[in-house]
């Protein structure tokens, strides 16, 4: 659309040109230069976006699974769109360097082998690809209690945006 409008506009500067019409002459310039600007800023904001964009294909047994870097560690996880929180295995917080001694696993939680409690704490990063988030909510699982780290919806939220189509997931954080 935009690139529309920069032809239009160098069109009605080609036409003042060849009628000489001075005032026509400088508007057609501003425009053409206004518009060439939003062009320039809309092509650098799409770029800026695709580079804090992450595409995720999905596995042989249906989930989309990535390998994050949580406080610097890097760690298996999978997408759990249905997961209220961003979900560690105990043995995950263990080798991360979490402080597991101080964890207080004081909130119920159900997951896919049973009901369970963890224990809330704060992650300082996680990043999947060039998509980073800082400060983010996380609940730890007792030692044996889950199977798998789950990426919910306590980093998922934050995003700009996550879409899934076909067998393609695509998160995408904000510039």
Same mark, same amino acid.
């Given at each position: 659309?935009?690139?529309?409008?920069?032809?239009?506009?160098?069109?009605? !500067? @080609?036409?003042? +040109?060849?009628?000489? #019409?001075?005032? *026509?002459?400088?508007?057609?310039?501003?425009? &053409?230069? /206004?518009?060439?600007?939003?062009?320039?800023?809309?092509?650098?904001?799409? !770029? @800026?976006?695709? +580079?804090?964009?992450? #595409?995720?294909? *999905?596995?042989?047994?249906?989930?989309?699974? &990535?390998? /994050?870097?949580?406080?610097?560690?890097?760690?298996?996880?999978?997408?759990?769109?249905?997961?209220?929180?961003?979900?560690?295995?105990?043995?995950?917080?263990?080798?991360?360097?979490?402080?597991?001694?101080?964890?207080?696993?004081?909130?119920?939680?159900?997951?896919?082998?049973?009901?369970?409690?963890?224990?809330?704490?704060?992650?300082?990063?996680?990043?999947?690809?060039?998509?980073?988030?800082?400060?983010?909510?996380?609940?730890?699982?007792?030692?044996?209690?889950?199977?798998?780290?789950?990426?919910?919806?306590?980093?998922?939220?934050?995003?700009?945006?996550?879409?899934?189509?076909?067998?393609?997931?695509?998160?995408?954080?904000?510039?």
């Amino acid at each position: 659309m935009k690139l529309l409008i920069a032809i239009v506009c160098l069109l009605l !500067a @080609a036409g003042a +040109l060849i009628y000489g #019409d001075a005032e *026509r002459i400088a508007y057609a310039q501003k425009t &053409v230069a /206004a518009t060439a600007t939003e062009v320039t800023s809309a092509v650098r904001a799409r !770029a @800026a976006s695709s +580079l804090r964009a992450v #595409d995720i294909p *999905r596995k042989n047994g249906g989930e989309f699974a &990535v390998h /994050a870097k949580i406080n610097n560690f890097r760690a298996p996880m999978v997408v759990d769109t249905g997961a209220t929180s961003v979900v560690l295995t105990y043995e995950t917080a263990k080798a991360i360097g979490l402080p597991l001694e101080f964890l207080e696993y004081n909130v119920d939680l159900e997951t896919a082998s049973g009901r369970t409690r963890a224990a809330r704490l704060t992650l300082d990063r996680i990043a999947v690809g060039t998509v980073v988030e800082r400060s983010v909510p996380a609940l730890v699982v007792p030692r044996g209690q889950a199977k798998s780290n789950l990426l919910g919806l306590s980093f998922l939220d934050r995003l700009e945006s996550w879409e899934v189509r076909a067998d393609r997931m695509t998160i995408r954080g904000y510039p």
